[in-house]
């Protein structure tokens, strides 16, 4: 059965400096795998996802996350956070099986402050 | 189009009372999803529906039951309320089931069990 594991929590960054939120999976099949964040008081959005060929995977708000097979990770990036980035995000991974069943980290709570 | 809709968006039920969370979606897809969040505990999925006239049970489906109005409407509904079902409740929706599908989550209902 596949998991999710976010390493971290909390964040927190100056604003304009970069961020890295950890993600790390476990599956015995291919995988695919999300990156959703949720504003305060807010349903969950996309932020990017990863189903197969170029390992970086671009998304929006400037965020991008590269998908490492051998070290089972799928760790988030940003180079310059905002304020407005202050939100809590959510790793999830889905096996490549036709199934339905969609796993949900923890979440990383990220607060940019000025 | 305004996507994922929930009501109420709050509600407060003392133990033993009974109540209908509600859900629809206007971009005409196949599969809903009803899960709870927890406080470090990520997203729990605790009924889906594939398709219009299935559902299906998830992680946690205990104390819940759900109806599948029509391809527009999921219901979610406590019969029993229970203090361990104090939770937010997010509805959701992707135009297939399978791994590969993002899911297009709603505001959320806050349900306090006292």
């Known amino acids: 059965a596949q998991s999710v594991t976010q390493l971290d929590s909390q964040v927190p960054v100056f604003e304009e400096a970069p961020v890295e939120l950890r993600c790390n999976y476990s599956s015995s099949v291919s995988v695919y795998l999300f990156w959703y964040v949720q504003y305060p008081n807010q349903g969950l959005q996309l932020l990017l996802k990863?189903?197969?060929?170029?390992?970086l995977v671009k998304g929006i708000n400037g965020f991008e996350a590269e998908f490492n097979k051998s070290q089972t990770s799928f760790h988030l990036r940003k180079p310059s956070v905002h304020i407005s980035d202050t939100a809590e995000y959510f790793c999830a991974v889905s096996e490549d099986t036709g199934g339905f069943k969609t796993i949900f980290g923890a979440g990383t709570r990220l607060f940019v402050k000025a | 189009n305004a996507g994922v809709t929930q009501t109420p968006k709050f509600q407060v039920l003392k133990t033993g009372q009974s109540m209908t969370l509600q859900c629809a979606q206007d971009m005409n897809h196949n599969s809903m999803y009803w899960y709870r969040q927890d406080p470090g505990m990520g997203l729990r999925l605790i009924y889906y529906?594939?398709?219009?006239?299935?559902?299906d049970k998830g992680e946690v489906p205990n104390g819940y039951n759900v109806s599948r109005l029509n391809k527009r409407e999921f219901s979610l509904r406590l019969e029993s309320a229970a203090p361990s079902q104090t939770s937010v409740y997010f509805c959701?929706?992707?135009?297939?089931?399978?791994?590969?599908?993002?899911?297009?989550f709603g505001p959320g209902t806050r349900l306090l069990v006292l």
């Open positions: 959701a929706s992707s135009d297939r089931t399978g791994g590969s599908k993002t899911q297009y």
């Open positions: 529906s594939a398709s219009e006239g299935t559902t």
């Open positions: 990863y189903l197969s060929g170029s390992t």
